[in-house]
């Protein structure tokens, strides 16, 4: 069970991070759509598991490795746009989201 302190950092941090891909703030793989699906905080607020959906389907876990590779210039850009509000910005792990996929395959079967 979350606390409401987790709840709210982890959807600041999903709105920032999502800001920052979208502005392209920090150097992402060309020709693919990230979206941050959902944000989740450690009790102690030190470690965001963030989970990240990618389009279209080619090569996601490339595309994700990448992304994992930059997660340390991606956590310092962050830091200095939420430094008001934390004051440790937690280390960030990205997982791939693929709920979108499954919930396609589902609907294809079903059709």
Do not use: C, W
Not at 19 to 42: A, C, D, H, W, Y
Not at 61 to 68: G, N, S, T
Not at 80 to 106: G, M
Request: net charge neutral.
């Amino acid at each position: 069970m979350e606390t409401i302190r987790q709840q709210k950092v982890g959807r600041l941090l999903q709105k920032e991070i999502g800001e920052l891909f979208n502005k392209s703030e920090v150097s992402i793989p060309t020709g693919i759509m990230i979206s941050i699906t959902q944000v989740r905080m450690s009790p102690d607020l030190g470690i965001a598991k963030i989970y990240v959906s990618l389009f279209p389907a080619e090569n996601k876990e490339e595309a994700l490795e990448k992304i994992r590779n930059q997660a340390s210039e991606i956590r310092f850009v962050l830091g200095k746009k939420v430094r008001k509000q934390l004051r440790h910005i937690p280390s960030l792990n990205f997982y791939l989201d693929d709920s979108f996929d499954y919930a396609e395959k589902i609907d294809e079967l079903l059709h």
